[in-house]
């Protein structure tokens, strides 16, 4: 099973973009699906996260201005985020708990490679 994460880049403060990342392999289903961000010295934190029914939750830096959201067809989770201030810039990551049979039922987390967010002012 792997995550691959896309859609980082640079942009000014005020300004949009969005990631998505997408779950490939022997997949069963997926439940809960995160975004997490990790800037220079500071400790990853969540960033927002989506159940396998659509509730979301949000880190409080963030509410009002990113929307999580996903795609389950697809195995897909996108982030798009507006307002961009230079505080968000980070390494962006995301993060599934995978369900998928090994011998048995098991489910795992698993992460993207991060994907880099700056945002200059």
């Known amino acids: 099973v792997q995550l691959q994460a896309s859609g980082g880049g640079l942009v000014q403060a005020g300004g949009s973009l969005s990631l998505s990342c997408t779950a490939s392999?022997?997949?069963?289903?997926?439940?809960?699906m995160a975004w997490f961000r990790q800037a220079p010295g500071k400790q990853r934190e969540l960033v927002a996260s989506?159940?396998?029914?659509?509730?979301?939750t949000y880190a409080d830096s963030v509410k009002g201005r990113f929307a999580i959201s996903r795609d389950s067809d697809k195995n897909t989770v996108f982030l798009q985020m507006n307002s961009l201030q230079t505080e968000d810039t980070a390494d962006y990551y995301c993060?599934?708990?995978?369900?998928?049979?090994?011998?048995?039922?098991?489910?795992?987390?698993?992460w993207g490679r991060g994907t880099l967010v700056t945002v200059s002012s």
């Open positions: 993060n599934a708990d995978i369900w998928r049979v090994e011998g048995t039922l098991r489910r795992d987390t698993y």
């Open positions: 392999g022997s997949i069963v289903s997926i439940s809960t």
């Open positions: 989506i159940t396998g029914g659509g509730v979301s």
